[in-house]
């Protein structure tokens, strides 16, 4: 017989519905959504505490419906009355990492009373749409649906429109199992029901937002005994043309036969072309039945659930059809011998197709393809197993595994790619976890980098160190796998000219510095970034830091030859230096600079003498050479020029029998 514990449904990331909710725009962004690698999230299970236990054992209970708000809050379905110790009547809200939000849960008190919550739809507006097996909410009549306001207080008017006074009121005959919110604002409920308040609508109706039921809906289901579907559904969604994807366990709909899967109209006239296209349906020795739903950004169809085959060809718990309904065979051959268990009957109970088309596969499985996975799978777009994802798999345990296999109901993505897990355990990868858990989104928060060094706006050196540090900052329910590489660049420009392109240096760098081979008389201007260690996310470039090697003395013109006297000197720029006693020699740049700073590189000594030094025909400043002590080459800069000045720079001597030995002419319009 079909589980009545089993409850699960297809989201679609990147398209538009996650269990009936509207995600963010953002979501559809490859750069926004990622795959998940398979890492537990820590400090979401440490902050989720003793989760959905049972009030009397205290053991694990069920969490059978999850999804995530736009706001980053996770509410959480089950049959569970205790959320980490806080009475909660089968519904609970979490704040992004996993905290109880205790403004909800006072405000919704006792919950859902006489059963547990199936099914969660979110509308546009934050109302919250909540089905299953129930008869009150916080006291509220409303049988198997019911809304919540925002801040999770019942919304009465919305019960009191569901229901009608007499005997025949609201959902009669079963539980709500799949709730989708229509573009109209209209509510589509599938369930176990077979009339809306006196009215035939057979396991699916519509609702109007108010609440109040749309018996034009139930009229185009058909009329009785044809009206519906003849058996339970379990998932109800909705494709990218707004048809009605419904699953469950039935053999007609609508009085034709549709085995385990139906579209409808929008309104519910049902698709008897999508029905004849999967021929013979779903199949197995014992029961079979399917459990959700998902669509492909392609159109495709993704159906998972518990049988053997479909349309006469075997396939295990999952198949892909077209948009017209008909057997895929790439898929069934790529999953190969699909979802089994060693202990049970497989089923697949959740799908969620990544923005990479990429697709995670979750129920009460331990083995994908052939391969142990424990019970979330990773499978490209067309279900070939990702084997890395499996080494990481999460495998979920039970407090007594011989009695009860651990099972997953519900995969449920938020934004940053982390993937939120219900179902029935009490541990995930060896970390406590009681009902639900998070999956770890990749580490998709870029890097920051600073450019440490060149911190000098001079060298005395052509060659010189350049530095830079990463930091890869801690997200909620990210794996944070650090810095992997960095990129570093510059520009450079002549010694007060303007900055050209940027050159690539170290295109792929772990290390954190290095040492740069610059030219006499150029500006470098360096800028960093990281990059992410698993995911390659690049963040910005830093700041610049910029820095100049001074012109060589040999580079400049004498006022005359003899005057000045040139020599090898090792450890100097380019090991050279030119030596005047002759006051009035000089030395000048050949063409005009743009310069805001100016100093010289030179010999400082109690024998040295000193230069003045013009920027075209004004004189800017005097440096005096002498010191007492040992001789020392040294950088000497006059103070920082109030304004820009331009034309060629020329240092003077104007001492009279004294050592002016210089290196180099230091210009920069910093």
Known sequence: ???????????????????????????????????????????????????????????????????????????????????????????????????????????????????????????????????????????????????????????????????????????????????????????????????????????????????????????????????????????????????????????????????????????????????????????????????????????????????????????????????????????TTNVGSGFETTSDSAQVDSIIEMSDGSLLVGGDFDKTSGVVTGQVAHLSADAVLDTSFAANTFALTMPDSTVLNPSVYKLAAQPNGAVVVGGWFSSVGGVASSGVARLAAPDLTAPTSQTLTPTAQFQKSSSFGVSWVGTDPVVTGEVTSGVGQYEVRYRRSISGGALGAYVMWKPAIVTTSATFAGAPDTQYCFSSRAREATTGVTGDWSAEKCTTVPADDRALTRNAPTAWKRAASSGWIASTSSEAKLKGSYLITSSSRSVRTVGVVALRCSNCGSVDIYVGSSKVGSISLKKSGSASRALLTLPRLTSLKTGKVKVVVTSTNKVVKLDGLAISAR
Do not use: W
């Open 1 to 331: 017989m079909l589980r009545t514990s089993r409850r699960a449904t297809a989201t679609k990331v990147g398209s538009v519905l996650i269990a009936g909710m509207l995600i963010a725009s953002v979501a559809s962004s490859a750069s926004a959504i990622d795959v998940t690698q398979g890492v537990v999230d820590v400090p979401f299970s440490t902050n989720t505490g003793a989760g959905a236990t049972d009030v009397y054992s205290g053991d694990p209970d069920l969490v059978m419906a999850v999804v995530v708000q736009t706001d980053g809050k996770i509410l959480v379905g089950g049959i569970f009355t205790i959320f980490n110790g806080k009475p909660v009547g089968g519904l609970v809200r979490l704040n992004p990492d996993g905290t109880v939000d205790d403004a909800f849960s006072d405000r919704l008190d006792v919950g859902f009373e006489g059963g547990s919550v199936r099914t969660i739809a979110v509308q546009n507006d934050g109302s919250i749409v909540v089905g299953g097996v129930f008869d009150t909410v916080n006291g509220v009549p409303s049988l198997h649906l019911a809304r919540l306001k925002p801040n999770g207080a019942v919304d009465v008017r919305f019960s009191q429109q569901l229901t009608s006074t007499g005997d025949n009121t609201g959902l009669v005959g079963g539980s709500v199992r799949g709730i989708t919110i229509q573009a109209s604002g209209k509510i589509v409920v599938g369930g176990r029901f077979n009339t809306v308040n006196g009215v035939d609508s057979n396991r699916l109706a519509r609702f109007n937002s108010d609440g109040s039921p749309d018996t034009t809906f139930s009229s185009n289901l058909g009329t009785s005994p044809n009206n519906g579907l003849d058996g339970a559904v379990e998932v109800v969604t909705q494709d990218s043309s707004g048809n009605l994807l419904v699953g469950g366990q039935f053999d007609t709909a609508s009085g034709s036969s549709s085995v385990d899967l139906a579209r409808f109209s929008a309104d519910g006239v049902v698709d008897s072309g999508f029905a004849s296209a999967m021929g013979s349906g779903f199949s197995r020795l014992s029961i079979h039945f399917v459990s959700t739903v998902a669509t492909q950004d392609s159109g495709k169809i993704l159906v998972g659930g518990s049988f053997t085959g479909f349309d006469g060809h075997s396939t295990n718990n999952i198949v892909r059809l077209s948009s017209g309904g008909s057997y895929d065979s790439v898929f």
